[in-house]
């Protein structure tokens, strides 16, 4: 069974800083990893997708990059902002067409 | 529409009532899941679909849960005799297939059931 993880649970940065989200999974034959955002209330916006046969993916300040042997990705975020106060969680997709969600890491941007 | 619709947006229910819940996918979205999370938890799968394939319910927490999914459009996903422990939100998501190494989740904006 697929158990995903995230660390750290919380972070608290000031605005500005460069950060990274961590992901691990351990069953190493998926099909892609998906990063989302959650703000409060609301349901998730996709982020990025990795495919398994890729090593990384890039939007703007996001990149995130992908491990699949050694079970991990990373959410790496350039010059962070308030406006990214959030939930991040990452979801890995397996053969069985199931998707598996880490518990998430809440992200505060102090100004 | 341009995203994945859920209504209602909340609902509030007494102990042992049933309630619907409704999920209309993006145009064209052949796969669809339905997932629940618990207040501070984590993303709690229940049941997907793909066309007219037989569904995934292995999530399903008891019996007093079912969904159906007429082809590709609307979903709904129906609890009887709710439970206090059945609060929670409840989001629904689509992708363009299943089977995909590059087809992402799209989520709706979820259901937030109380049940009192």
């Known amino acids: 069974k697929q158990e995903v993880t995230q660390i750290p649970a919380a972070l608290s940065v000031p605005e500005g800083e460069n950060l990274v989200l961590n992901c691990s999974f351990t069953d190493s034959a998926i099909y892609n990893l998906q990063w989302f955002r959650q703000d409060p209330g609301k349901g998730l916006t996709s982020l990025l997708l990795i495919q398994s046969s890729q090593r990384e993916q890039t939007s703007g300040r996001l990149n995130a990059s992908l491990d699949k042997s050694s079970g991990r990705s990373t959410l790496y975020i350039a010059a962070s902002q308030p406006g990214d106060s959030a939930t991040y969680l990452c979801a890995v997709k397996n053969a069985g067409n199931m998707l598996t969600f880490g518990g998430g890491t809440r992200l505060m941007v102090k100004p | 529409g341009a995203g994945v619709s859920q209504s209602p947006s909340n609902k509030v229910t007494e102990k042992g009532k049933d309630v619907e819940l409704r999920c209309d996918p993006i145009?064209?979205?052949?796969?669809l899941y339905w997932y629940r999370q618990r207040l501070g938890q984590g993303l709690e799968f229940l049941i997907y679909?793909?066309?007219?394939?037989?569904?995934?319910k292995s999530g399903l927490p008891s019996d007093r849960f079912s969904a159906e999914r007429t082809g590709e459009s609307v979903s709904t996903l129906t609890i009887q005799r709710t439970q206090q422990e059945d609060s929670a939100v409840y989001l629904c998501?689509?992708?363009?297939?299943?089977?995909?190494?590059?087809?992402?989740?799209?989520f709706g904006n979820g259901t937030r059931l109380t049940v009192t």
């Open positions: 998501a689509s992708s363009l297939t299943l089977s995909s190494y590059n087809s992402p989740l799209h």
């Open positions: 679909f793909q066309g007219n394939s037989a569904p995934d």
């Open positions: 145009s064209g979205h052949t796969a």
